[in-house]
């Protein structure tokens, strides 16, 4: 069964407090990985830059910040996550779209770079979105993935797994009002690829200088690659 409707609903139906429920979980430190995204995106000049699995546009935002020539749009399949986008940054000149990241509405090579946060671990085939990605770049694009990855296994790991498996359930019953939503998203990081084997992702979907680096305890991952 796909997980895409599940997941459709479940971020509609959070998309009020999605913002505040991730800057409670990550202690603040989701806006110092955004950045380092965008750093690692680089200067599109004045082309196109793509942030998929936009959510409520932070990436996006940051991204025109950064690089006021930029022609951004920011997509997601969840259409409430793009009504509190749209409501967040209305003075911002970047266009906001519906789509789903297994067929993406554009022709090939129109992106510099193509962004996203949090959306491999809710697709069902992360080689098949990271070919659409693959196919929408332009040779020399970059594309740069934030996502969760399963903690290594060292002295840390019971009091992650006890975090992860009681205290985000917990805060997302108290602040978002939905224990369940946070349960996915628990068991969605701990079945996720490793980082080395996502990193194997992008090689088979043809991207090169592949690299990642990890935060927060080694539970975030920050992947990059560059279409040849």
């Not at 040779?139 to 992650?160: I, Q, S």
């Not at 009002?177 to 490793?194: I, Q």
């Amino acid at each position: 069964m796909s997980k895409g409707p599940g997941v459709q609903r479940m971020f509609d139906a959070i998309a009020g407090r999605y913002d505040l429920m991730n800057r409670t979980m990550t202690l603040g430190q989701d806006q110092r990985w955004r950045r380092f995204v965008v750093a690692r995106a680089g200067d599109p000049g004045r082309g196109w830059v793509l942030d998929l699995a936009t959510g409520t546009g932070d990436i996006a935002a940051l991204l025109r910040r950064s690089y006021p020539d930029a022609r951004v749009i920011g997509a997601d399949f969840s259409r409430n996550m793009l009504a509190e986008a749209r409501r967040r940054f209305s003075l911002q000149a970047i266009h906001w779209q519906a789509c789903d990241a297994n067929r993406l509405p554009f022709a090939d090579q129109v992106f510099e770079a193509v962004t996203f946060g949090y959306l491999l671990r809710n697709v069902d085939d992360s080689l098949r979105v990271m070919r659409e990605v693959h196919r929408v770049l332009r040779p020399g694009g970059r594309v740069v993935c934030l996502d969760t990855t399963p903690p290594a296994d060292n002295l840390l790991l019971p009091l992650l797994r006890l975090y992860f498996r009681y205290g985000i359930p917990l805060l997302g019953k108290m602040i978002a009002r939905d224990a369940s939503a946070y349960s996915y998203l628990t068991g969605s990081t701990m079945d996720f690829h490793d980082a080395e084997t996502l990193a194997g992702i992008f090689r088979e979907a043809g991207f090169i200088t592949v690299g990642y680096r990890k935060f927060m305890l080694g539970t975030i991952g920050i992947h990059w690659g560059i279409r040849p």
